[in-house]
C-alpha cells in the first residue's frame, strides 16, 4: 500500500527539492507564505497530500508542471 495518494503518486520529489534549491526557496518559507504548517508543504512535496493551495504556490513561482503532478483541476486551470 502506497502512502502517496492520488496525483501525488507520481510527484516528483526529489526534482521539486532540487528546483526549490535552485531557486532558494525553502519549506518553511513557503509555509509562512501561505499562513500554514511546514509539515503540509512538505507532505505535498512528497505526494502524501494534495494542498491545491501550495501546489499553486509551486506553480506560480515557475515549477514545472512535470514535475509537479497536478491534480485535474489545477491542470485545467493552467
Do not use: F, Q
Not at 30 to 53: F, M, W
Amino acid at each position: 500500500m502506497s502512502y502517496r495518494m492520488g496525483s501525488g503518486r507520481e510527484r516528483k520529489s526529489w526534482r521539486i527539492i532540487e528546483w526549490m534549491k535552485e531557486k532558494n526557496l525553502s519549506v518553511g518559507g513557503i509555509a509562512d507564505e501561505l499562513g500554514v504548517d511546514h509539515s503540509l508543504v512538505s507532505h505535498t512535496i512528497h505526494g502524501r497530500r494534495n494542498s491545491r493551495v501550495v501546489l499553486a504556490k509551486l506553480k506560480a513561482y515557475g515549477c514545472p508542471n512535470n514535475i509537479l503532478s497536478l491534480p485535474a483541476d489545477l491542470k485545467e486551470a493552467a
